[in-house]
């Protein structure tokens, strides 16, 4: 089956400590994103990518960076220099379906930085 | 100013009523997405919409371009249909923008 996998599916980290969280999608799509989500607001952007070895920052970028080597790979780096790290993070990609765009996620990964 | 905005916030409903979210933004769009969020954190893509309606069994979404407005529509609600429902808008080039969500819960 076609999907987008996120691992792990938590994540427990010491504060200062940098962590990588994992994108993998096997629906041949170009374009991948990172969002963040928080109680009570919708999903921000952190990091695109339209195309293999380019990416561009959202509205949140700071104190997380990203790497587009393979197609199906975006792994998302929380960074120690990113001030409230614990969040549920999403990954989503999107693609040409039946002739309309369609997004699809991943399940998510729950951060905790203590 | 790239708004989404949904109402409600929250929606408790009984078993077999009929249901409806709204949502609105603020610029033109190129395409409107309604999305289905599980109590695990999954996230389904339920419509695409960028004129008209579209129809998937219970559901309907609707949307009309001159008002800037969407809406949701389930009918015969069921306890299954418990989720938050979140409306995304895309406007020029591959950048999505969501609302905060609406929480519904169906009563059984």
């Known amino acids: 089956d076609g999907g987008i996998t996120q691992s792990p599916k938590y994540l427990f980290r010491k504060e200062g400590q940098n962590v990588t969280l994992s994108c993998e999608q096997n629906l041949n799509h170009d374009a991948m994103y990172w969002y963040r989500q928080d109680p009570g607001q919708g999903l921000r952007l952190i990091y695109y990518s339209q195309i293999v070895n380019d990416f561009q920052k959202g509205d949140i970028a700071e104190g997380y960076s990203v790497s587009r080597e393979k197609k199906e790979s975006f792994p998302l780096t929380v960074t120690s220099a990113q001030?409230?790290?614990?969040?549920?993070?999403?990954?989503?990609?999107?693609?040409?379906?039946s002739g309309s765009y369609e997004q699809y996620f991943g399940p998510g990964t729950r951060l905790t930085v203590t | 100013?790239?708004?989404?905005?949904?109402?409600?916030?929250?929606?408790?409903?009984?078993?077999?009523?009929?249901?409806?979210?709204?949502?609105?933004y603020s610029v033109g769009i190129s395409a409107l997405h309604w999305l289905q969020q599980h109590p695990g954190g999954g996230i389904v893509s339920l419509f695409m919409l960028s004129s008209g309606k579209k129809k998937h069994g219970r559901l309907i979404a609707t949307i009309n371009i001159?008002?800037?407005?969407?809406?949701?529509?389930?009918?015969?609600?069921?306890?299954?249909?418990?989720?938050?429902?979140?409306?995304?808008?895309?406007?020029?080039?591959?950048?999505?923008?969501?609302?905060?969500?609406?929480?519904l819960t169906v009563i059984p």
């Open chain 2, 66 to 103: 001159q008002e800037k407005h969407s809406s949701l529509h389930i009918t015969a609600s069921h306890p299954r249909d418990s989720a938050v429902y979140i409306c995304a808008v895309r406007y020029t080039g591959n950048q999505f923008y969501f609302g905060t969500g609406t929480s």
């Open chain 1, 83 to 97: 001030k409230n790290p614990t969040a549920f993070y999403l990954c989503a990609s999107i693609g040409e379906e």
């Open chain 2, 1 to 24: 100013k790239n708004e989404v905005e949904q109402s409600p916030q929250n929606l408790t409903a009984q078993e077999g009523e009929f249901i409806t979210i709204n949502c609105s």
